[in-house]
């Protein structure tokens, strides 16, 4: 047969033999396609306008529902089906690796984000729930039950009325330092997880972070420079480690809950006296009862009942909106780009996997990273923070 002139048929004859190799590998049913390119190849002058090209072209627009115009693609770019080559042997160990780890880091950065969502939410609903009134009424009833205990001891009444007493002072002293302790802890974990989970989510972050920010400040010191207050909580937070509960407390309000009020040790404390005291002549009903609920405060943090003061609490609840603003760059930026990354992985190992299919280019990780942070700004809802995180990893 004389060589086409047509560069159209010419190139038609080339991706035909292309797509029929790849037909050695039982993709076909028939042998149409072997059958229109030697019925094209008998021609002496081929031409576009043949009938035999024509069937040719036919059949092989026939064959795009098995070959797809991306295996067409990788078939002219060199690509082999069954490529055994050490190559794509050592792609497919370092992509099972990669997934590996994208999978768990993905999981340690939702267990992270889920922490925070939870801990986001039982600060919104202690707020709801007006827990500063209750938490004061509670500090009342304690204060007032154990004025009447005391007066009842002096009062003549008989011992059952004064164990009755006592089973209802204790019962509400027991219900205000459960309500102090579950806001002291909410407290510290949200501090916790603010300053180290969230800041820190993968093993050794920490580690590293510390001994970059000890190479930065050793070169600083040389040079004389001065650092400003940022540089001492960098410090503490490299230096303490796992604080407890009690330093993490101590930060909005400036005291250590627990450790008792530095006035407690002052003889002659109005922290120390014992309920009843004498008030003042010319002192209004409000500023007695302001004055004496201060005094039932001071005396119930001395005595290690509670560990807060109520004027804190308004402090503490601000804890929500800046645990809500770490937890956004999560929602909308970190988990959408890792879930994208970790579904365009598998598609990539699924297609790696398959002998017949082309290896897919890098591309669609970014395709599949960009599309969920689309989907995270477009839709926040299936990234909320009031919401479990619902991921659709298929492709």
């Known amino acids: 047969m004389t060589a086409p002139v047509d560069p159209l048929v010419t190139g038609l004859l080339k991706d035909a033999k292309l797509v029929a190799g790849y037909g050695r590998y039982g993709v076909f049913k028939d042998n149409s396609l072997f059958a229109a390119i030697g019925d094209a190849e008998k021609l002496g002058d081929v031409t576009a306008g043949q009938p035999a090209v024509v069937n040719l072209q036919k059949v092989l627009n026939d064959c795009s529902g098995v070959v797809p115009f991306s295996t067409l693609a990788a078939l002219r770019s060199g690509w082999s089906p069954g490529d055994t080559s050490r190559r794509a042997a050592i792609a497919t160990y370092l992509l099972v690796a990669l997934s590996v780890i994208l999978m768990v880091i993905t999981g340690k950065m939702t267990y992270v984000y889920n922490r925070g969502v939870s801990l986001s939410a039982e600060l919104q609903d202690i707020d709801k729930d007006n827990f500063s009134v209750r938490f004061g009424q509670a500090v009342r009833q304690v204060w007032a039950t154990q004025k009447q205990l005391r007066s ?15 089973d209802v002072y204790y019962n509400a002293e027991d219900s205000l330092h459960l309500l102090d302790q579950r806001f002291v802890t909410l407290w510290a974990n949200s501090q916790s997880f603010m300053t180290r989970e969230a800041r820190f989510p993968i093993w050794g972050m920490q580690s590293a972070y510390c001994k970059l920010q000890s190479l930065v400040t050793a070169g600083a010191a040389g040079n004389g420079q001065t650092y ?10 490299c230096n303490q480690g796992v604080a407890s509960a009690k330093s993490e407390y101590s930060g909005p309000v400036g005291e250590v809950p627990g450790g008792g009020n530095p006035a407690c040790a002052q003889p002659g404390n109005p922290a120390g006296k014992e309920p009843g005291g004498a ?13 004496e609920y201060e005094e039932a405060t001071r005396s119930l943090q001395c005595s290690g009942v509670i560990t807060l003061t109520p004027s804190s609490i308004y402090m503490m609840t601000a804890q929500i909106g800046g645990l809500n603003a770490v937890l956004s760059p999560y929602a909308l930026w970190i988990l959408p780009a890792l879930y ?16 017949l299919l082309p290896n897919p280019t890098l591309a669609h990780w970014f395709t599949g990273s960009s599309w969920e942070r689309w989907r995270a700004w477009c839709w926040p809802g299936s990234w909320g923070l009031t919401r479990s995180l619902a991921v659709r990893l298929q492709r």
């Not at 008030?279 to 004055?291: F, K, R």
């Open 340 to 355: 994208g990354s970790l579904g365009a992985i598998m598609f990539h190992m699924r297609m790696i996997l398959n002998p």
């Open 279 to 291: 008030v003042s002549a010319g002192t209004s009903p409000e500023i007695d009862a302001n004055s």
């Open 152 to 166: 009842a001891a002096s009062g003549g009444l008989s011992q059952s009325d004064i164990n009755l007493l006592e």
């Open 228 to 237: 400003d207050p940022q540089q001492a909580i960098t410090n503490q937070l």
